[in-house]
């Protein structure tokens, strides 16, 4: 069997982020033909048409966007080995593209990428917030290193990726001073009362309804949010009783000058890192999981 040539990987590569064989060419310091010529062999010792034409645009085929997952994993291994044996040169910055789920506490968001920070001050650490499909599209172009959902990943076949378990955590209602009340008799006492809840699409929400319909609890929904600092804001203004997910508690009631009127671990909200690899490798994403699993979650 014929060794993979990493000049042709290379020359496949430029062009599939570049996007265009004459940007690859301005980056490669290479003749157009030239590259045309390498990305054939490499298709040909391939068996398969990796680049397809649409109008004047090269787009990956299927197979190309499997071979583009490989090619980004070996350069990233490859300087990775670099900067292990020489050293990361000075002003030089890792970067981390992260996904976050819109329904996520910024909160808890800021919890699970703060070891990251903590982890090397060379960091950089780009955030995206968006549903989970269009994270999961972003991630399987690989526009994003991972991406931090409160539930796995359903995506499409074309698409691989693999859910890594952060850990898990009951959940605390919250509200202002007016309804502070109501945490005597809870969990009964928000029957009737005024709720702000998640979007019905979001898995908390699900789970929610799920608890409210097995007590008989019947509270008055005041409103659906898709973006939970909205919601956070709504209820610091006394519009309804909220729920977070327990392990940002103390911060919750210090930020939004709220009290915790009940808890439920019956409720449960599970946090994953998704991403293509099933190993976690980039060191941003290790160290948000070992510190996630070690004392976010309570190990």
Not at 124 to 134: G, K, M
Not at 141 to 164: I, T
Not at 216 to 241: E, V, Y
Not at 276 to 299: D, W
Request: net charge neutral.
């Amino acid at each position: 069997m014929a060794w993979l040539n990493y000049h042709h990987l290379l020359y496949f590569w430029t062009v599939a982020r570049a996007g265009s064989i004459a940007k690859a060419s301005e980056e490669l310091h290479l003749a157009q033909p030239t590259i045309s010529a390498q990305i054939k062999l490499l298709e040909e010792s391939l068996g398969h048409q990796l680049f397809e034409r649409k109008g004047r645009k090269l787009v990956l085929s299927d197979v190309g966007r499997t071979v583009m997952r490989y090619a980004d994993e070996i350069f990233r291994l490859g300087n990775e080995l670099k900067n292990v044996v020489s050293g990361l040169p000075t002003g030089q910055q890792l970067r981390l593209n992260v996904g976050v789920l819109d329904v996520i506490p910024k909160l808890v968001a800021e919890q699970l990428l703060k070891p990251a920070l903590d982890a090397g001050p060379s960091l950089r650490i780009i955030c995206r917030e968006s549903p989970l499909p269009q994270l999961l599209a972003q991630l399987a172009l690989h526009e994003l290193d991972v991406v931090l959902a409160d539930a796995p990943g359903s995506e499409p076949v074309s698409v691989r990726s693999f859910n890594h378990l952060l850990g898990k955590c009951g959940v605390t209602f919250f509200a202002a001073q007016p309804l502070a009340h109501l945490r005597k008799d809870f969990p009964r006492s928000l029957d009737g009362a005024p709720m702000l809840l998640p979007s019905e699409e979001s898995s908390v929400r699900r789970s929610l309804d799920l608890w409210f319909e097995r007590l008989g609890i019947r509270p008055l929904i005041a409103g659906d949010f898709d973006d939970s600092a909205l919601l956070q804001a709504f209820g610091q203004k006394g519009h309804g009783i909220f729920a977070m997910p327990s392990i940002i508690d103390a911060e919750v009631q210090r930020q939004f000058n709220v009290t915790a009127i009940g808890h439920t671990d019956e409720i449960e909200q599970c946090f994953y890192a998704i991403t293509v690899e099933r190993r976690l490798r980039h060191p941003a994403v290790v160290a948000i999981a070992e510190a996630a699993r070690s004392h976010i979650f309570g190990g």
